[in-house]
């Protein structure tokens, strides 16, 4: 997910700061500042590196208890539980973030962001019941 995630954002962003940068050129006749190129050479990195790194730790969060348990630290029983605690306190304070950002009620975009993903889970779940096998 994470080198999808950095290609994916890499390839869509240069394409819009690309149309961006021949936009400006066109509204000045080509007469636009060098530091606008760079500018946009960063932020086509600074995305794509974002985009790639959220899904690969978020995924190593979550599969954490699982490494442990595999090397006999923990129990898999608990690895699931801790696992599910890891991933449902993630998504909480995801939600929080999002509600400052929004100005909004962060413990209201916390609630939603776990409630989006108990219905993400159950989702798989009855996908994997019924065609999964």
Known sequence: MGVSGFFGAFMAEKAERERHLKDMEEATKNRVDPIHYDAARFVVYYVALIDGLSPAL???????????????????????????????????????????????????????????????ALIIFLIQLFLGG
């Open 58 to 120: 978020t995924a190593t969060i979550s599969l954490t208890p699982f490494i442990l348990a595999a090397i006999k630290i923990i129990s898999i029983s608990n690895a699931y539980f801790a696992s599910l605690a890891l991933s449902m306190a993630s998504l909480f304070l995801l939600g929080i973030y999002l509600g400052r950002i929004a100005k909004e009620n962060g413990w209201l975009y916390g609630v939603a962001m776990i409630a989006v993903g108990v219905l993400t």
